[in-house]
């Protein structure tokens, strides 16, 4: 079993439509977790990050972190074409990130 | 301000040569991490820098496989008698401390 799992998708959704992506992790060791976006050809780009349970905001993303289900999510409100992409959770303990295997997202016009 | 830079941005060779891949990091970054994205692996990690204290090579795939750091700013990843598993992108990202990671735009690697 994988320390992070992640819906490889594809997800497909009309444009204005609310996104979920979800990871589940199973080492309590995580304590910092991320979302990063990765379009076709290009480095992946830090999307949020965050380090307690709890929501963040910024904009139309939210992060949500639940340590006590070992579960995290990435929700995007009033979604665009713009965010079609790969998108990825990572976690550490401190130091290096595990990834999981990224949803590919399309919303269409 | 300037991002994490990567060269060369692809790199043909043939199996059995050697390949020398570069990373510019932020500058003031202190940590300086290596990965390898492919399509049956996702994204793993290989080696990671912080600061004067001996790397995390715990990454990497094989003895072919080293880095070094010098002057705490830019890397280097060698890869040695390349194997067409070794095809990927390979990514590096920088960090101010030991949890947000900042990546450049990959080397895609391509071994014949």
């Known amino acids: 079993q994988k320390e992070v799992e992640q819906d490889p998708g594809p997800l497909s959704v009309p444009e204005g439509a609310i996104v979920s992506l979800n990871c589940t992790y199973s080492?309590?060791?995580?304590?910092?977790f991320m979302w990063y976006r990765q379009y076709s050809r290009k480095g992946p780009e830090l999307l949020m990050y965050t380090y307690s349970s709890g929501n963040k905001e910024d904009g139309r993303f939210t992060a949500q972190v639940d340590k006590s289900s070992k579960y995290i999510s990435l929700f995007i409100r009033d979604s665009q074409p713009s965010d079609s992409a790969t998108y990825l959770c990572a976690m550490s303990p401190g130091g290096k990130l595990i990834f999981g295997q990224g949803t590919e997202l399309s919303v269409k016009p | 301000g300037a991002g994490v830079s990567q060269s060369p941005s692809n790199k043909v060779t043939e199996k059995g040569k050697d390949v020398e891949l570069r990373c510019d990091p932020i500058s003031g970054h202190t940590a300086l991490y290596w990965y390898r994205q492919s399509l049956g692996q996702g994204l793993e990690f290989l080696i990671y820098f912080q600061g004067n204290s001996a790397p995390d090579k715990s990454g990497l795939p094989s003895d072919r496989f080293s880095a070094e750091r010098t002057g705490g700013s830019v890397s280097t990843l060698t890869i040695q008698r390349t194997q067409q598993e070794d095809s990927a992108v390979y990514l590096c990202?920088?960090?101010?401390?030991?949890?947000?990671?900042?990546f450049g735009p990959g080397t895609r690697l391509t071994v014949l």
């Open positions: 990202a920088s960090s101010p401390g030991s949890d947000t990671q900042y």
């Open positions: 080492n309590s060791a995580f304590q910092y």
